[in-house]
C-alpha cells in the first residue's frame, strides 16, 4: 500500500484554492472575503473539507455573480455554518437517533480534565460495530446521503462520521 504525506496548504494555496473555482464560474469575490476565510481554516485539521462546505454555503447566499463579505459572516463562517448543518441534523433525529448520536460523539472525542477537549481517531471496525437502537424495525436507518437507500444498523450522523473517519484515515 502506498502511503504518501499531504502538506498543509500555504496561504497562497488556500488564496488559488478559493479564488480559481470563482474565477472559472465567473463570480467575484469581495475585497476582505478571502484573508478572512483563510484566517478561519488556516489552523483547521481538515481545511479543505472545511472550506468546500463553507465556500458552498457562501455560493448559495450570492449576490447574482457576487460572493459577499456580510453573506459569510451571516453564514457563520467555516465553523458557524457547519455547526448549523450540524444541530439542523440532529434535530431531525428521532430521540434514539439522539441517544445514538451523543454515544458516537463521546467515542470520537477524548473529554480533557485539565486540558481542551480533542478528537479520537477511531478505526473503521470501531464505527462500523457501533450499533444504533436495537428496537429499530429490521434495523435499518435512513442514509441522509443517499435519498430512498438505508445502510444496515446505521443512524444519520454514523453513516456521515464513517465516511468522514474513513476519508481521514487515507490523509495518515
Known sequence: MLQETVLPLSSEELE?????????????????????????????????????????????????????????????????????????????????????????????????ESMEDTRRRVLRTELEAFGGDEDQEDGQFQNPHSPGRTAPGKSKIQNHMTRRSINDSRKI
Do not use: C, K, N, W
Open 16 to 112: 488559488q484554492a478559493i479564488a480559481g473555482p470563482a474565477e472559472r464560474v465567473g463570480a467575484t469575490l469581495e475585497t476582505g472575503l478571502i484573508p478572512l476565510i483563510i484566517s478561519d481554516v488556516q489552523e483547521q485539521p481538515g481545511t479543505l473539507p472545511l472550506m468546500q462546505y463553507a465556500l458552498t454555503e457562501l455560493y448559495q447566499r450570492r449576490q447574482g455573480r457576487r460572493l459577499a463579505l456580510d453573506a459569510y459572516q451571516s453564514s457563520g463562517g467555516v465553523l458557524g455554518a457547519l455547526a448549523r448543518r450540524a444541530d439542523r441534523l440532529y434535530t431531525e433525529l428521532d430521540d434514539a437517533g439522539r441517544t445514538a448520536t451523543r454515544r458516537l460523539f463521546l467515542r470520537l472525542v477524548t473529554v480533557g
